[in-house]
């Protein structure tokens, strides 16, 4: 019997690479739950801050991108940078591309990942109890157990980030309706840090931003600002965005420590254009050297942070959120085998990866953010699908493909 190659996720890049391995005729067997991370982990009422250019999920053949999606279902045809996307809306396109491209996926959670005893290949658990072994493993797991708080904020969480404890992370609120009539804290100056603070403004909260570094809480340009002599990328005119969007090929060849820090800064902590007048005299704001410590205080959350001019000052309120974002580790991937995470190599907790997306581990693939360290930023984003998606069907095809 031919065996399967194994998907493990079923978010854009899972599901896009899935596409491309069907498409070349690789049987395959693809798990999760479809769109989990933006169902389950975003708040509703959410605005995608990608553009509608920048977040069609890559397929191998056309009639697949959001708009064809937004025919598809009678919605306004979202095209231009102008065109705002809400999370609704994204989902809806996930799942109908998974209906039509990857119709055969499995509503299960892979348990383990290890190498096949006696031959090649590798051989997956699966939360049904089924065992089976994979020729080929690709791992899309995407934000899925990377959720980050820093330590100085878990200190306040003993028991775990909660929505019902003193304090959360921001993948922990699809509801931010439950803070109407408290005061809130997010921690961050991100996107997700901002458009949470907005949201639970919004909805009845009174809510400040606590953001490290002076000059933080920033917006970006409306489309119609953009500089016109730039090239035009997915994430706005510059050249440097330019690069990293159309160019990830050398990224992997770059020293380590530039890698790291690009992925962290580029396309970094910025509120979309259209975040500015939501949050302008809504949400309090307080930039600060840095965050000392988080505690509780009898039914309130106590941050201690060093100010600019070099003093301390508690900050105190009902909740706290920390959007303190995702950050990658082999180690916080527990599906995958003890041996095979001590046998890749890896570069500060993320896997070091070849042409083609492959792993030290001939035949285990991965993509999406844990791609990123060796792909570059655009791996964080749904249109690093399009790079992504065909050079890893067919690294996998050729080598494993017979
Ligand atoms: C608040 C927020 C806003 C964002 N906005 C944008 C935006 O506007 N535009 C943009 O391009 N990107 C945005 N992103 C980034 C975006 O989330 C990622 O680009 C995208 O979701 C990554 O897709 P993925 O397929 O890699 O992973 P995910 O979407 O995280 O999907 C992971 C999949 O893995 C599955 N899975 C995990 N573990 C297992 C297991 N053991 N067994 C089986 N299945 C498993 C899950 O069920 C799920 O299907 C945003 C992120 C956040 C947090």
Same mark, same amino acid.
Request: proline share 7%; net charge positive.
């Given at each position: 019997?031919?065996?399967?190659?194994?998907?493990?996720?079923?978010?854009?890049?899972?599901?896009?690479?899935?596409?491309?391995?069907?498409?070349?005729?690789?049987?395959?067997?693809?798990?999760?739950?479809?769109?989990?991370?933006?169902?389950?982990?975003?708040?509703?009422?959410?605005?995608?801050?990608?553009?509608?250019?920048?977040?069609?999920?890559?397929?191998?053949?056309?009639?697949?991108?959001?708009?064809?999606?937004?025919?598809?279902?009678?919605?306004? +045809?979202?095209?231009?940078?102008?065109?705002?996307?809400?999370?609704?809306?994204?989902?809806?396109?996930?799942?109908?591309?998974?209906?039509?491209?990857?119709?055969?996926?499995?509503?299960?959670?892979?348990?383990?990942?290890?190498?096949?005893?006696?031959?090649?290949?590798?051989?997956?658990?699966?939360?049904?109890?089924?065992?089976?072994?994979?020729?080929?493993?690709?791992?899309?797991?995407?934000?899925?157990?990377?959720a980050h708080l820093p330590a100085e904020l878990a200190a306040a969480a003993?028991?775990?980030p909660?929505?019902?404890?003193p304090l959360s992370h921001s993948s922990?609120?699809?509801?931010?309706?439950?803070?109407?009539?408290?005061?809130l804290i997010v921690v961050g100056a991100g996107q997700s840090a901002l458009e949470t603070a907005v949201?639970a403004?919004?909805?009845?909260? +009174?809510v400040r931003v606590v953001a490290r570094g002076r000059g933080r809480v920033a917006f970006g340009?409306?489309?119609?600002?953009?500089?016109?002599?730039?090239?035009?990328?997915?994430?706005?005119?510059?050249?440097?965005?330019?690069?990293?969007?159309?160019?990830?090929?050398?990224?992997?060849?770059?020293?380590?420590?530039?890698?790291h820090y690009l992925v962290r800064r580029v396309l970094g902590p910025l509120g979309?254009?259209?975040l500015?007048?939501?949050f302008e005299?809504?949400v309090q704001v307080s930039e600060v050297e840095r965050i000392v410590r988080a505690e509780?205080?009898?039914?309130?959350t106590a941050l201690t942070v060093r100010t600019h001019a070099g003093g301390g000052r508690e900050l105190t309120a009902?909740h706290v959120i920390a959007a303190t974002g995702y950050r990658?580790?082999?180690?916080?991937?527990?599906?995958?085998?003890?041996?095979?995470?001590?046998?890749?190599?890896?570069?500060?907790?993320?896997?070091?990866?070849?042409?083609?997306?492959?792993?030290?581990?001939?035949?285990?693939?991965?993509?999406?953010?844990?791609?990123?360290?060796?792909?570059?930023p655009?791996?964080?984003?749904?249109?690093?699908?399009?790079?992504?998606?065909?050079?890893?069907?067919?690294?996998?095809?050729?080598?494993?493909?017979?």
């Amino acid at each position: 019997m031919i065996q399967p190659v194994a998907v493990i996720g079923a978010g854009p890049f899972g599901l896009s690479t899935a596409a491309h391995l069907r498409a070349r005729g690789i049987p395959v067997r693809v798990f999760g739950e479809p769109m989990v991370s933006w169902r389950g982990h975003m708040p509703d009422g959410m605005l995608l801050k990608s553009t509608p250019a920048a977040s069609s999920i890559d397929a191998p053949q056309p009639g697949h991108t959001l708009a064809d999606y937004c025919d598809a279902a009678g919605l306004r +045809r979202l095209v231009t940078d102008e065109d705002i996307i809400p999370v609704e809306t994204f989902i809806g396109y996930g799942e109908w591309f998974q209906q039509k491209l990857v119709p055969e996926l499995e509503r299960v959670r892979v348990v383990s990942v290890d190498r096949a005893t006696g031959g090649s290949g590798f051989e997956l658990k699966l939360d049904s109890g089924e065992l089976f072994t994979a020729r080929a493993v690709v791992v899309a797991t995407g934000l899925s157990g990377l959720a980050h708080l820093p330590a100085e904020l878990a200190a306040a969480a003993p028991d775990g980030p909660s929505p019902t404890g003193p304090l959360s992370h921001s993948s922990q609120h699809p509801d931010l309706g439950r803070f109407s009539g408290r005061e809130l804290i997010v921690v961050g100056a991100g996107q997700s840090a901002l458009e949470t603070a907005v949201l639970a403004a919004e909805a009845g909260a +009174r809510v400040r931003v606590v953001a490290r570094g002076r000059g933080r809480v920033a917006f970006g340009a409306p489309p119609w600002r953009q500089p016109r002599l730039r090239p035009e990328s997915p994430f706005g005119r510059a050249w440097s965005l330019w690069a990293f969007s159309y160019y990830p090929h050398p990224y992997r060849y770059l020293p380590a420590d530039l890698r790291h820090y690009l992925v962290r800064r580029v396309l970094g902590p910025l509120g979309a254009w259209w975040l500015r007048a939501r949050f302008e005299g809504n949400v309090q704001v307080s930039e600060v050297e840095r965050i000392v410590r988080a505690e509780t205080a009898g039914d309130r959350t106590a941050l201690t942070v060093r100010t600019h001019a070099g003093g301390g000052r508690e900050l105190t309120a009902d909740h706290v959120i920390a959007a303190t974002g995702y950050r990658v580790d082999i180690a916080a991937m527990d599906f995958l085998g003890h041996e095979l995470r001590t046998e890749l190599a890896v570069s500060r907790g993320t896997p070091r990866l070849g042409a083609g997306y492959v792993s030290s581990v001939p035949g285990l693939y991965f993509t999406g953010l844990p791609a990123a360290a060796s792909y570059g930023p655009v791996m964080r984003f749904v249109c690093g699908t399009e790079f992504a998606s065909p050079r890893l069907a067919g690294h996998l095809a050729a080598a494993h493909g017979g």
